[in-house]
């Protein structure tokens, strides 16, 4: 039997039912986390939530428990589900309120959450992805993880449509991230990745890796790039909770290029390994 998190229970998944008021129904009203799983232990736990808290804070949200209380029901959910190897998915609407764009402070915020098991794709992280290259269409406060997307959903779909897994988003000739990685450049043993500010969500993942890449002395520089200077890139490589680090073999769409798998990335997907395996 399969369970899920619904508001102040753990419940098996077919007696869940959302509110038809919700407000992230409505209106994408609300946040959400993904968190990875290895060997039964929830990755990078505590960085996750400060995230959360952070986007309900940014929202004007309040928490219907304290964090604590949070992460211990998103552990007792993974061991109910006897998850080993996968994720949790934790959301938290702001909550049940008639259909009104002026929300109420005084409504009880709604958190829903279940699990999956699920392997890395070993495949990807080995012989690359490719990306196609749009224009970023986002509001300006992609810092906040809300589960309003249409955007990344948008340029996911867009992608896909022309053979690629993965979207690469640009504001003009400023290439900011994916529609749910973070893109990293390699030039002449230099990473680069766009600054964490409100046009990128700062990745966990991506937080993970400038600090890996730093273990390793490669040299990390936090500043956006061009289209142009992408153009003349040696490596590409993405990151995502579910992805972990995956290299970009080919780039779409607005610009053309083909590339292969680097030293750097794989230096990287080695460290990354070594880490979650320990």
């Known amino acids: 039997?399969?369970?899920?998190?619904?508001?102040?229970?753990?419940?098996p998944r077919q007696e869940a039912f959302?509110?038809?008021?919700?407000?992230?129904?409505y209106f994408g009203d609300g946040i959400y986390e993904v968190i990875q799983v290895y060997n039964g232990?929830?990755?990078?736990?505590?960085?996750?939530?400060?995230?959360?808290?952070?986007?309900?804070?940014?929202?004007?949200?309040?928490?219907?428990?304290?964090?604590n209380e949070i992460k211990e029901n998103t552990r007792l959910l993974l061991q109910k589900n006897e998850i080993n190897n996968g994720y949790a998915y934790i959301q938290m609407t702001r909550g049940e309120q008639v259909?009104?764009?002026?929300?109420?402070?005084d409504i009880c915020p709604v958190i829903t959450a279940f699990t999956k098991?699920?392997?890395?794709?070993?495949?990807?992280?080995?012989?690359?992805?490719?990306?196609?290259?749009?224009?970023?269409?986002?509001?300006?406060?992609?810092?906040?993880?809300?589960?309003?997307l249409l955007g990344n959903v948008l340029a996911k779909r867009k992608a896909e449509d022309n053979h690629c897994e993965?979207?690469?988003?640009?504001?003009?000739?400023?290439?900011?991230?994916?529609?749910?990685?973070?893109?990293?450049?390699?030039?002449?043993?230099?990473i680069y990745t766009h600054p964490a500010n409100h046009l990128i969500?700062?990745?966990?993942?991506?937080?993970?890796?400038?600090n890996l890449a730093k273990n390793e002395r490669f040299p990390v520089y936090e500043e956006a790039f061009s289209l142009e200077e992408i153009m003349d890139a040696d490596e590409i490589f993405v990151?995502?909770?579910?992805l972990e680090i995956v290299p970009v073999v080919n780039i779409k769409g607005s610009i053309e290029i083909s590339l292969q798998p680097g030293t750097v990335t794989r230096k990287l997907q080695q460290a990354f390994k070594e880490q979650t395996s320990a």
């Open 99 to 105: 259909r009104d764009h002026l929300y109420s402070r």
């Open 1 to 11: 039997m399969e369970y899920v998190w619904l508001k102040d229970k753990i419940v």
């Open 117 to 148: 098991e699920a392997e890395v794709p070993a495949d990807k992280q080995k012989s690359g992805i490719s990306l196609w290259a749009a224009e970023d269409i986002r509001w300006l406060r992609c810092d906040i993880k809300t589960i309003n």
């Open 18 to 25: 959302i509110h038809f008021d919700d407000r992230g129904y």
């Open 239 to 242: 990151t995502s909770t579910t």
């Open 41 to 67: 232990q929830p990755f990078l736990f505590h960085e996750h939530f400060e995230r959360f808290l952070r986007s309900a804070q940014e929202l004007d949200m309040s928490l219907p428990f304290s964090i």
């Open 201 to 210: 969500l700062n990745g966990i993942t991506r937080q993970n890796v400038v």
């Open 166 to 190: 993965e979207a690469l988003q640009h504001r003009g000739h400023t290439v900011t991230e994916g529609s749910s990685t973070n893109i990293f450049m390699v030039k002449k043993g230099v």
